[in-house]
């Protein structure tokens, strides 16, 4: 037995010994304290292809403690619908659990995208995220990839004073129509430069991307009425046809001027064009003409003391307000709609389409009145889903707005406070467009603005904004009632 005792007190440290350095192995810090930190918070696939091909980036993943850790779950949050593929540490496919992390050691995580850049029907962008979970944290590093062959528009100065990345643009630039457009955050056109974009372009902005215009800088948009230009999301799945907020803006800053926009379509952003003071003091700092401005998340156009010339314009579909007129500027509006019937689930609006603003209170509490040199709508419809679609915020209180609406048709109850600036015009009548819910503002045949507009207006825009006449019989807004229209709207219902 004596003889025994040592290999049995030799199995039993053995033993010890590996119960020991079995807990030490399953000694994790599971404090939710403890996170993981990443080479890069975005993993960027900037090929962009020509055939069919892949392409692949890494990062990595640090445990900065001086505790081993394990991550319980890193996955695809697309899943198996996912374009992208993940190899993290020799494992692979789109679901990988329990990944351990050595203390204050790292971990490479590869990733693969494949890629049809001729298949029309991917998204412009590809967007999906590694999802890591660990102590109960989540944390992702999100993925992009190029979808389509476009032109891409990316960051290529940094801003180090202000901590800002943009596509800086130093000279006359135009964007054709060959290709889409892809902005991947912001694009600031420098002074004295400008940016034409040609008939026919598309261009798509990721998410919260947005152009800046600066001092003596302006925007050319050339489209025509058989190639408009669009300004839209880069998401082109028929849930984000109509979803306000998908991008930022087009903010054209105070100085900057000659803006003109004609035959465009500026969509599902979160501001549509916002314009700051006057850029000029002898012609309009910005024209629009036969342009459209829908859903937005806030207002479609933000115009802060600005000098603006529209004609044949639709504003539809804004959260907040269609056209804020804000400390004063001049303004002149002819065959116009606003149909603002704004709606998204939980949310309501409450502000009216047309807001005016004539003043500011500056740092030291002293009120800066700026009056609008002119404010008129000619032969254009203001209508939406409110009891009534003008607000004033006027200094003083009983200052005389100074609006004129001549031959329009308003939902408002200031007609009765201001009987003077509404001349042979008609309010609080429904307008009878074919189909708000649809963005569609043509006339029905029995539409109250039928054959109500002022001729010597019409003669100075005479195409509507589809580009048919509109002087023989003048209606209001920016479409021309035509039979033929209506005909086959009634046929498609039928057939529906």
Known sequence: MRNLFPVLASLIILLLALQFQSCRKDDFDTSPSVKLSFSTDS?????????????????????????????????????????????????SGTHISNLEIGANDSIYVFVEVTVDPLGEDLPLVISD?????????????????????????????????????????TNHTTWSGIKPWVVYGLVVVAPDASLTIDKGSQVHFHNNSAMIFLNQSSL??????????????????????????????????????NHSIENAVIKN????????????FTEPTLRMHNTIVKNMDQTGLELRGA?????????????????????????????????????????????PSLAFNNYYVDTAGTVQVRDFEQIYFG?????????????????????NPGFIFDHCLVRTNFHNQFPELFINSLTNQQPRFVEARDNNYRLRNDSPARKKGSKDIALEVPLDILGRNRTDT?????????QEEEDEEEGQNEDN
């Not at 660990?134 to 476009?150: E, F, R, S, Y």
């Not at 952003?269 to 000029?280: K, L, N």
């Not at 003048?474 to 035509?482: L, P, R, S």
Request: charged letters at 15%.
């Open 307 to 351: 000098w603006v010339e529209a004609t044949n314009l639709v504003v539809a579909n804004c959260g907040v307000n269609a056209i804020n007129m804000m400390l004063g500027g001049n303004y002149n509006f002819r065959h116009i709609t606003v149909g603002n019937y704004y709606s998204l689930p939980g949310t309501i609006r409450q502000t």
């Open 129 to 169: 995220s590694v999802v890591f979970y660990m102590n109960n944290n989540v944390q992702d590093v999100k993925l992009v990839a190029w979808g389509q062959d476009a032109n891409f528009i990316r960051p290529d100065f940094s801003d180090t004073i202000n901590n800002i990345d943009y596509h800086l643009i």
């Open 379 to 399: 032969n254009s419809i203001i209508y939406g889903s409110l009891t009534d679609e003008i607000a004033l915020d006027l200094y003083p209180d009983n200052s």
């Open 220 to 257: 050319k948009i050339e489209g025509t009425a058989e190639e408009p230009v669009f300004l839209q999301g880069d998401r082109l799945e028929s849930d984000y046809s109509d979803l306000p907020g998908q991008w930022g803006y087009i903010w054209l800053t105070a100085g900057s001027t």
């Open 43 to 91: 993993l960027l696939f900037d090929t962009v292809f020509t055939t069919i091909g892949s392409s692949t980036q890494y990062f990595k993943v640090y445990n900065r403690h001086s505790s081993d850790v394990m991550i319980s779950d890193l996955r695809l949050a697309s899943g198996q619908s996912s374009f992208f593929r993940m190899n993290a540490n020799g494992s």
């Open 474 to 482: 003048v209606d209001i807004g920016a479409y021309q009632y035509y």
């Open 269 to 280: 952003a979160t501001y549509g064009v916002i314009m700051d003071s006057v850029g000029s």
